[in-house]
């Protein structure tokens, strides 16, 4: 394992750890505020991911720009997040909200069983790829190998922005605190005149918008099938538990942790590539039961 | 013959917050202690900590001269120590039978994987219990179906039927109704005369205090301030500044 | 009637209930059912859906001009997409159910390896219509099951002929196979057939990802870093797709020759992403510009009408369903004259099966006695071409099977270890020039 | 008043499961997977009892199906009762093992460290193609049972009617044990385990044993399944797969053991009638009725049904 072989696995896990990152903080916001782990995650990428394909294919043309692309994969995660969302929240979890949460999670995962079929209803079986936007970037070469501008370069940027903006939002807007009020207890917040019921549907459809936004940048660099949902549903589970349910900074350096820890797999021991991220999880799961960056609270009695 | 319960300079911070401070404190058999102080004073936290439920940043705690300071609650309840608490710990999703049940079958240690558990316990035991606190005819209702003060009733017998040697209450009497609170403790004193058993209970309420202890100690800011007879104690200065609000 | 009570009458039933399978049916039925199962959801789709389209198609014209002997077939497709579990407990159904008397199964080296056994245990004749693992029909002989195409030892040993060939003096090689029954089995024969041909070869990497794995980023930039002569792939559907649709945005066929035994099926669908010079394959000699039967009447005819109905030129999914169905009407006519003219049992249909020659819509195949099919291979390079959206594939050689498949009862992982170099030079393998780009 | 229900349940239940099993022989391998299924639940159901969900118990399933298939590749003469009860016991030691370190977490976490260890195993399994034939899976020849060997309909009457005798005398044994004191002592864990600690009880002892128990019954779930299935894949401990278990248990209600084998019927009537008239929709299907029996029923068919009800135990106070 030469070093310039390890900065190129670097590079590739960087940009895994990006769409890694995205989905997971949807998740993890998702459950900040909620206290639910959302199991239909995985539709929402699943969903992002064929929308942003049909949208890129029909859009491009032999010279169409690639900033139209992009603006493609956007407005198919912003519309995915929001309908989805609404849906999923508005429609069902709001009536679930008092019961168990043993139920509620139960209902996300009944959830994730329509979206899976009517996944399937809508876009079909055959393989779907929004490919046309890698090209429309282009290339460039690291280590004399090279890489696509939009998997090195795109992917992680967008991550960064959407984890400065997010905490950015969070710390400095008037919304954003009402989110980390409720995040910190709903009860409290609702007696301070905070409308939980509008902020949990808000912050809901961000967490929709961001878990699509990840299908979205993946349709360019993955062939969308079937169950595509199911993989990545369990791969963000292993990246929020690992960083701690609602850690959204901690979400942010397990994604890296994972992405770079499989990267590096498939260079030393490919046969271990697809086990790395859940032996990191029961790794850390075992030593710090809430994840790296959560301080576990006494119980009260 | 060694004190019941014995602390050594016992002491817990949480953050900046004195909880315990090197607390000296013994206990001896018989005794009836009634425990004040204002709110966050550190009465429950002391009983969380000898009881095993928090441990102490310093200091060693003993049970019947055994030092118990590194045992969780479960081996500290088998050397003879019964707890109720503030807010009732009860399963609310078990009859007020189940729940006595559970508690004397917890007492024996072994719990049987087959034999129903209405079968294992002793109900002539459960029953007596029942009738001493007055919750027979609820036997059957959830424990979730009881008001507050009845949940006070159960959560004290629950305690009781493990016929401990030490029975420590923490405000057995708030929540229930003003004229009950004397009914509660003069049935759980009888309970414990019958069988000798030592108590220290939390209380705010003065006559109570008066009527039923034979000691009384005042937490301040995690010190005890005073400790003795009730009437001196009472009638200290600080005691009547610091936690009787009195001018 | 308490829990006693039932364990008796639980045992009196157990009697009741061992009864012995259908009695031989004699008279000729009023249809033959026959079930198919193909990939109709997942990354192989790609794959199943022309070949449900190919057998829609046959079958119409086949009862259209009587059936076998005034016989019509009468098909149901099972979807492999929905896992083995499932598709075993449907495959039963339409077995014990339905009375399915015939079974084209399947695409899947992997469900071929879980349905074999079961085909045998129910009594079933099974066609393996195009999954390719050797092992099925080598650890075991079987009376039900049989290949009407070639397999991996046959595709594999063909691959390298050629590609030493094209190619003798290469150094180094890598591997990038899909992780299960056939991307492990045909690395297998691969590299036993290259080192016993050519020993010095040095294999860099070995690399299975997962199939159906979306993402081939992180194992392109490890193959460019290590710049490999050759890199070999068997992928096919959705996953071949996108590994050559990655690897030629990141140019990785201008540092290493692409060896991809299954690119034929992906042509069209790739289009100009397919870069030159790519050594490819088809499994067996199915190329719609086939040198020898582009002008067959019976292969033109049946290429036309499947383009317009599917829009798409067929792939070799396509020809190997039609292979099928072949061989099962030829079977049955076969049996019937033995039978004198009365409706034969599946058991005779299978041991006529064993020794005959069939013809698709390419070289015949002859069926050999362990039930498996001597298919020749064809090989190219890929090559753009004006008038066409997708490259050809040029310099075609045809490899005849006899020459590349272990002989019956030999395990191939051995026998390709006693391969000559002097195979090479064989007289029976021909070879064409320049393909040229479809008339219309 | 509920005993005399269930038990009539029961008996009409063994009897319909016969029934159909003889007049249509296809139905018995479905029939099979029910009571497969319903074991399955049945292990989930011991862990709601305690409060706990876990989605990857399916795990224990396929650590039993492959223990089968290997012993059966080392030794192919061994009796199916045998690899049933090998499959049983490598997985109740495995939920032995796994256990110790589970029991230490509770709600949330206790889900998702179960998940992670079922897609270690998942993973792994699909990997390791020499030893494990990686995501095709592993093949299981027909053995004899009880010594006797079979063609394959008397195979599934045989394994048929041991299932239905497995799945009864489970049920009533995992009854017994919700009604036992460890069993309302697993119970309590779910409202106040600080009380449990308080009456001298050690909540994680209770737990570990319910999840011993709960594995031991997805293991044997695991190895019946493997057996009518003659094929074990990794799929067997895939999460979704154990979401499919945690569905059934609550769609069968977790008051009495008889509310997993309801649910399980359930499940695969509506999974086989949707896969075979409105192909491709099935999830959708069981999706929807998931959603309609959280907001309807909570407790489930057997709730519904009040089997069970804490109102009144078994005959009342003696």
Same mark, same amino acid.
């Given at each position: 394992?030469?070093?310039?072989?390890?900065?190129?696995?670097?590079?590739?896990?960087?940009?895994?750890?990006?769409?890694?990152?995205? =989905?997971?903080?949807?998740?993890?916001?998702?459950?900040?505020?909620?206290?639910?782990?959302?199991?239909?995650?995985?539709?929402?990428?699943?969903?992002?991911?064929?929308?942003?394909?049909?949208?890129?294919?029909?859009?491009?043309?032999?010279?169409?720009?690639?900033?139209?692309?992009?603006?493609?994969?956007?407005?198919?995660?912003?519309?995915?997040?929001?309908?989805?969302?609404?849906?999923?929240?508005?429609?069902?979890?709001?009536?679930?909200?008092?019961?168990?949460?043993?139920?509620?999670?139960?209902?996300?995962?009944?959830?994730?069983?329509?979206?899976?079929?009517?996944?399937?209803?809508?876009?079909?079986?055959?393989?779907?790829?929004?490919?046309?936007?890698?090209?429309?970037?282009?290339?460039?070469?690291?280590?004399?190998?090279?890489?696509?501008?939009?998997?090195?370069?795109?992917?992680?940027?967008?991550?960064?922005?959407?984890?400065?903006?997010?905490?950015?939002?969070?710390?400095?807007?008037?919304?954003?605190?009402?989110?980390?009020?409720?995040?910190?207890?709903?009860?409290?917040?609702?007696?301070?005149?905070?409308?939980?019921?509008?902020?949990?549907?808000?912050?809901?459809?961000?967490?929709?918008?961001?878990?699509?936004?990840?299908?979205?940048?993946?349709?360019?660099?993955?062939?969308?099938?079937?169950?595509?949902?199911?993989?990545?549903?369990?791969?963000?589970?292993?990246?929020?538990?690992?960083?701690?349910?609602?850690?959204?900074?901690?979400?942010?350096?397990?994604?890296?942790?994972?992405?770079?820890?499989?990267?590096?797999?498939?260079?030393?021991?490919?046969?271990?590539?697809?086990?790395?991220?859940?032996?990191?999880?029961?790794?850390?799961?075992?030593?710090?039961?809430?994840?790296?960056?959560?301080?576990?609270?006494?119980?009260?009695? | 013959?060694?004190?019941?319960?014995?602390?050594?300079?016992?002491?817990?911070?949480?953050?900046? =917050?004195?909880?315990?401070?090197?607390?000296?404190?013994?206990?001896?058999?018989?005794?009836?202690?009634?425990?004040?102080?204002?709110?966050?004073?550190?009465?429950?936290?002391?009983?969380?900590?000898?009881?095993?439920?928090?441990?102490?940043?310093?200091?060693?705690?003993?049970?019947?001269?055994?030092?118990?300071?590194?045992?969780?609650?479960?081996?500290?309840?088998?050397?003879?120590?019964?707890?109720?608490?503030?807010?009732?710990?009860?399963?609310?999703?078990?009859?007020?039978?189940?729940?006595?049940?559970?508690?004397?079958?917890?007492?024996?240690?072994?719990?049987?994987?087959?034999?129903?558990?209405?079968?294992?316990?002793?109900?002539?035991?459960?029953?007596?219990?029942?009738?001493?606190?007055?919750?027979?005819?609820?036997?059957?209702?959830?424990?979730?179906?009881?008001?507050?003060?009845?949940?006070?009733?159960?959560?004290?017998?629950?305690?009781?039927?493990?016929?401990?040697?030490?029975?420590?209450?923490?405000?057995?009497?708030?929540?229930?109704?003003?004229?009950?609170?004397?009914?509660?403790?003069?049935?759980?004193?009888?309970?414990?005369?019958?069988?000798?058993?030592?108590?220290?209970?939390?209380?705010?309420?003065?006559?109570?205090?008066?009527?039923?202890?034979?000691?009384?100690?005042?937490?301040?800011?995690?010190?005890?301030?005073?400790?003795?007879?009730?009437?001196?104690?009472?009638?200290?200065?600080?005691?009547?500044?610091?936690?009787?609000?009195?001018? | 009637?308490?829990?006693?009570?039932?364990?008796?009458?639980?045992?009196?039933?157990?009697?009741?209930?061992?009864?012995?399978?259908?009695?031989?049916?004699?008279?000729?039925?009023?249809?033959?059912?026959?079930?198919?199962?193909?990939?109709?959801?997942?990354?192989?789709?790609?794959?199943?859906?022309?070949?449900?389209?190919?057998?829609?198609?046959?079958?119409?014209?086949?009862?259209?001009?009587?059936?076998?002997?005034?016989?019509?077939?009468?098909?149901?497709?099972?979807?492999?997409?929905?896992?083995?579990?499932?598709?075993?407990?449907?495959?039963?159904?339409?077995?014990?159910?339905?009375?399915?008397?015939?079974?084209?199964?399947?695409?899947?080296?992997?469900?071929?390896?879980?349905?074999?056994?079961?085909?045998?245990?129910?009594?079933?004749?099974?066609?393996?219509?195009?999954?390719?693992?050797?092992?099925?029909?080598?650890?075991?002989?079987?009376?039900?099951?049989?290949?009407?195409?070639?397999?991996?030892?046959?595709?594999?040993?063909?691959?390298?002929?050629?590609?030493?060939?094209?190619?003798?003096?290469?150094?180094?090689?890598?591997?990038?196979?899909?992780?299960?029954?056939?991307?492990?089995?045909?690395?297998?024969?691969?590299?036993?057939?290259?080192?016993?041909?050519?020993?010095?070869?040095?294999?860099?990497?070995?690399?299975?990802?997962?199939?159906?794995?979306?993402?081939?980023?992180?194992?392109?930039?490890?193959?460019?870093?290590?710049?490999?002569?050759?890199?070999?792939?068997?992928?096919?559907?959705?996953?071949?797709?996108?590994?050559?649709?990655?690897?030629?945005?990141?140019?990785?066929?201008?540092?290493?020759?692409?060896?991809?035994?299954?690119?034929?099926?992906?042509?069209?669908?790739?289009?100009?992403?397919?870069?030159?010079?790519?050594?490819?394959?088809?499994?067996?000699?199915?190329?719609?510009?086939?040198?020898?039967?582009?002008?067959?009447?019976?292969?033109?005819?049946?290429?036309?009408?499947?383009?317009?109905?599917?829009?798409?030129?067929?792939?070799?999914?396509?020809?190997?369903?039609?292979?099928?169905?072949?061989?099962?009407?030829?079977?049955?006519?076969?049996?019937?004259?033995?039978?004198?003219?009365?409706?034969?049992?599946?058991?005779?249909?299978?041991?006529?099966?064993?020794?005959?020659?069939?013809?698709?819509?390419?070289?015949?195949?002859?069926?050999?006695?362990?039930?498996?099919?001597?298919?020749?291979?064809?090989?190219?390079?890929?090559?753009?071409?004006?008038?066409?959206?997708?490259?050809?594939?040029?310099?075609?050689?045809?490899?005849?099977?006899?020459?590349?498949?272990?002989?019956?009862?030999?395990?191939?992982?051995?026998?390709?270890?006693?391969?000559?170099?002097?195979?090479?030079?064989?007289?029976?393998?021909?070879?064409?020039?320049?393909?040229?780009?479809?008339?219309? | 008043?509920?005993?005399?229900?269930?038990?009539?349940?029961?008996?009409?239940?063994?009897?319909?499961?016969?029934?159909?099993?003889?007049?249509?022989?296809?139905?018995?391998?479905?029939?099979?997977?029910?009571?497969?299924?319903?074991?399955?639940?049945?292990?989930?159901?011991?862990?709601?009892?305690?409060?706990?969900?876990?989605?990857?118990?399916?795990?224990?399933?396929?650590?039993?199906?492959?223990?089968?298939?290997?012993?059966?590749?080392?030794?192919?003469?061994?009796?199916?009762?045998?690899?049933?009860?090998?499959?049983?016991?490598?997985?109740?030691?495995?939920?032995?093992?796994?256990?110790?370190?589970?029991?230490?977490?509770?709600?949330?976490?206790?889900?998702?460290?179960?998940?992670?260890?079922?897609?270690?195993?998942?993973?792994?399994?699909?990997?390791?193609?020499?030893?494990?034939?990686?995501?095709?899976?592993?093949?299981?020849?027909?053995?004899?049972?009880?010594?006797?060997?079979?063609?394959?309909?008397?195979?599934?009457?045989?394994?048929?009617?041991?299932?239905?005798?497995?799945?009864?005398?489970?049920?009533?044994?995992?009854?017994?044990?919700?009604?036992?004191?460890?069993?309302?002592?697993?119970?309590?864990?779910?409202?106040?385990?600080?009380?449990?600690?308080?009456?001298?009880?050690?909540?994680?002892?209770?737990?570990?044993?319910?999840?011993?128990?709960?594995?031991?019954?997805?293991?044997?779930?695991?190895?019946?399944?493997?057996?009518?299935?003659?094929?074990?894949?990794?799929?067997?401990?895939?999460?979704?797969?154990?979401?499919?278990?945690?569905?059934?248990?609550?769609?069968?209600?977790?008051?009495?053991?008889?509310?997993?084998?309801?649910?399980?019927?359930?499940?695969?009537?509506?999974?086989?009638?949707?896969?075979?008239?409105?192909?491709?929709?099935?999830?959708?299907?069981?999706?929807?009725?998931?959603?309609?029996?959280?907001?309807?029923?909570?407790?489930?068919?057997?709730?519904?049904?009040?089997?069970?009800?804490?109102?009144?135990?078994?005959?009342?106070?003696?």
């Amino acid at each position: 394992m030469t070093v310039d072989l390890l900065l190129l696995a670097l590079a590739d896990g960087v940009s895994y750890a990006g769409l890694l990152f995205l =989905v997971a903080l949807g998740l993890t916001l998702i459950f900040g505020v909620m206290g639910i782990v959302n199991v239909a995650h995985g539709a929402f990428f699943a969903f992002g991911g064929y929308t942003a394909a049909t949208f890129v294919v029909a859009l491009s043309g032999p010279d169409t720009p690639a900033i139209v692309l992009l603006l493609a994969l956007a407005a198919a995660a912003i519309l995915v997040g929001l309908v989805m969302g609404t849906a999923l929240e508005a429609g069902l979890l709001r009536r679930v909200q008092d019961k168990d949460p043993i139920l509620q999670l139960l209902v996300t995962f009944a959830a994730f069983m329509i979206f899976e079929d009517l996944q399937r209803l809508i876009w079909g079986a055959s393989p779907r790829s929004a490919a046309a936007v890698v090209d429309s970037l282009g290339t460039l070469e690291l280590f004399d190998v090279t890489y696509t501008r939009y998997q090195i370069l795109l992917v992680p940027a967008i991550a960064i922005v959407a984890y400065f903006s997010l905490r950015a939002f969070l710390r400095r807007t008037r919304i954003g605190k009402q989110i980390v009020a409720v995040t910190h207890s709903r009860e409290v917040a609702t007696a301070l005149g905070i409308n939980a019921k509008r902020i949990g549907w808000f912050t809901f459809v961000i967490g929709a918008m961001l878990g699509a936004l990840g299908g979205a940048l993946a349709a360019p660099v993955t062939s969308l099938v079937p169950g595509v949902g199911t993989d990545w549903i369990v791969l963000s589970f292993s990246v929020v538990a690992t960083a701690g349910l609602g850690q959204i900074t901690g979400a942010l350096i397990a994604a890296l942790i994972i992405g770079i820890a499989r990267s590096i797999a498939v260079y030393t021991m490919p046969e271990l590539e697809v086990v790395v991220p859940y032996l990191i999880m029961v790794g850390v799961l075992l030593v710090r039961p809430s994840g790296l960056f959560t301080v576990a609270q006494a119980r009260r009695i | 013959m060694s004190a019941l319960v014995r602390t050594e300079k016992l002491s817990l911070a949480f953050g900046g =917050v004195v909880a315990a401070d090197a607390i000296d404190f013994e206990l001896q058999a018989g005794e009836r202690l009634a425990v004040i102080g204002a709110n966050g004073a550190g009465k429950t936290t002391f009983i969380n900590i000898v009881t095993g439920f928090l441990k102490p940043t310093s200091g060693r705690i003993f049970i019947d001269g055994k030092d118990v300071t590194a045992l969780d609650p479960r081996r500290i309840v088998r050397l003879g120590v019964g707890r109720s608490f503030q807010l009732p710990q009860l399963f609310l999703e078990h009859t007020v039978r189940q729940c006595l049940e559970l508690a004397i079958v917890g007492k024996a240690g072994r719990l049987g994987f087959f034999r129903s558990l209405s079968a294992q316990a002793d109900q002539k035991e459960i029953d007596h219990t029942m009738e001493l606190v007055g919750l027979r005819e609820r036997a059957d209702d959830l424990a979730s179906s009881l008001p507050e003060g009845q949940r006070k009733l159960l959560d004290v017998a629950m305690a009781l039927t493990l016929r401990p040697k030490l029975l420590i209450m923490d405000e057995p009497t708030s929540g229930v109704a003003s004229e009950d609170k004397h009914d509660l403790m003069a049935a759980v004193m009888r309970a414990l005369s019958e069988r000798e058993v030592t108590s220290w209970f939390v209380e705010h309420d003065v006559d109570i205090v008066t009527q039923y202890a034979t000691r009384v100690a005042a937490w301040i800011s995690g010190k005890i301030a005073a400790d003795g007879p009730p009437d001196q104690v009472l009638a200290d200065p600080t005691v009547k500044r610091e936690v009787l609000g009195v001018a | 009637m308490g829990l006693r009570g039932l364990l008796g009458a639980a045992a009196l039933a157990i009697g009741a209930l061992t009864g012995t399978s259908a009695a031989l049916a004699q008279d000729k039925p009023a249809q033959l059912k026959i079930g198919i199962t193909t990939f109709m959801t997942g990354p192989a789709s790609v794959f199943g859906v022309p070949g449900k389209a190919a057998a829609e198609q046959w079958i119409e014209d086949f009862n259209a001009a009587g059936g076998i002997q005034g016989v019509k077939i009468a098909p149901v497709y099972l979807d492999e997409g929905l896992g083995g579990d499932n598709l075993l407990s449907e495959y039963r159904r339409l077995v014990q159910e339905q009375g399915t008397k015939v079974m084209l199964s399947a695409i899947s080296s992997g469900n071929c390896n879980i349905i074999a056994p079961v085909a045998e245990d129910l009594k079933v004749l099974n066609i393996m219509w195009d999954c390719s693992t050797e092992k099925v029909l080598e650890e075991r002989r079987y009376k039900y099951v049989v290949r009407t195409q070639g397999n991996a030892t046959t595709e594999m040993v063909a691959t390298v002929m050629y590609l030493l060939k094209v190619k003798p003096d290469f150094k180094t090689i890598a591997v990038v196979n899909q992780d299960y029954a056939w991307g492990r089995d045909s690395w297998e024969i691969f590299r036993n057939t290259l080192m016993a041909l050519k020993p010095d070869t040095k294999v860099v990497a070995e690399m299975f990802p997962k199939f159906g794995a979306p993402d081939y980023s992180t194992e392109i930039s490890r193959l460019s870093a290590l710049k490999p002569d050759v890199i070999l792939s068997t992928a096919w559907g959705g996953d071949l797709d996108t590994f050559v649709r990655q690897a030629s945005q990141r140019g990785l066929a201008k540092k290493s020759v692409l060896v991809l035994p299954l690119i034929e099926s992906s042509l069209e669908r790739l289009g100009s992403a397919v870069p030159d010079g790519v050594i490819g394959g088809m499994r067996g000699d199915h190329y719609f510009l086939h040198p020898e039967y582009r002008n067959d009447a019976k292969h033109k005819a049946f290429v036309a009408k499947f383009r317009a109905k599917t829009k798409t030129y067929p792939i070799y999914p396509v020809y190997h369903m039609v292979q099928a169905l072949e061989a099962l009407a030829q079977g049955y006519e076969k049996a019937i004259k033995a039978n004198k003219g009365k409706w034969p049992t599946t058991e005779q249909v299978a041991e006529t099966m064993r020794n005959m020659e069939f013809r698709g819509l390419t070289r015949p195949i002859r069926m050999r006695d362990d039930g498996q099919g001597l298919e020749d291979q064809m090989l190219g390079i890929t090559k753009a071409v004006p008038g066409l959206p997708f490259p050809v594939l040029d310099k075609l050689t045809i490899i005849p099977a006899t020459l590349t498949t272990a002989p019956v009862g030999q395990r191939s992982p051995e026998w390709v270890k006693t391969v000559k170099p002097e195979l090479l030079t064989s007289p029976l393998i021909k070879t064409y020039g320049d393909t040229a780009p479809p008339a219309n | 008043m509920s005993t005399n229900l269930v038990r009539t349940m029961v008996v009409i239940g063994a009897l319909a499961f016969l029934g159909l099993g003889l007049s249509l022989p296809w139905l018995k391998t479905p029939a099979i997977f029910v009571l497969s299924y319903g074991l399955a639940a049945l292990g989930v159901v011991v862990m709601l009892r305690g409060g706990q969900i876990s989605f990857g118990h399916a795990m224990y399933a396929c650590i039993a199906g492959y223990t089968v298939a290997f012993l059966q590749r080392a030794h192919p003469e061994l009796d199916g009762l045998v690899l049933i009860i090998a499959g049983m016991v490598v997985a109740t030691l495995a939920g032995g093992i796994i256990g110790v370190f589970v029991v230490r977490y509770r709600a949330i976490f206790f889900g998702m460290l179960n998940l992670a260890l079922s897609m270690v195993l998942f993973s792994l399994l699909a990997k390791m193609y020499e030893i494990s034939g990686g995501t095709d899976g592993l093949r299981i020849d027909r053995p004899t049972l009880a010594g006797i060997t079979f063609d394959r309909s008397g195979y599934e009457s045989a394994l048929l009617i041991g299932s239905l005798v497995a799945a009864i005398f489970c049920g009533w044994l995992v009854q017994r044990y919700f009604r036992s004191a460890a069993g309302e002592a697993l119970a309590g864990i779910k409202t106040n385990e600080a009380r449990l600690e308080y009456l001298g009880l050690s909540a994680r002892r209770i737990l570990w044993s319910g999840y011993v128990i709960s594995a031991a019954l997805v293991g044997l779930s695991g190895a019946l399944f493997a057996l009518v299935q003659g094929l074990v894949t990794p799929e067997m401990g895939y999460w979704l797969r154990s979401g499919e278990f945690v569905f059934i248990a609550i769609l069968g209600g977790s008051v009495h053991a008889i509310g997993a084998f309801m649910g399980a019927i359930v499940f695969t009537v509506i999974k086989l009638g949707a896969a075979a008239f409105l192909t491709g929709v099935w999830q959708m299907l069981l999706g929807i009725t998931l959603i309609v029996v959280i907001l309807a029923a909570p407790t489930g068919i057997a709730g519904l049904l009040r089997i069970g009800t804490r109102r009144a135990p078994e005959g009342g106070a003696r």
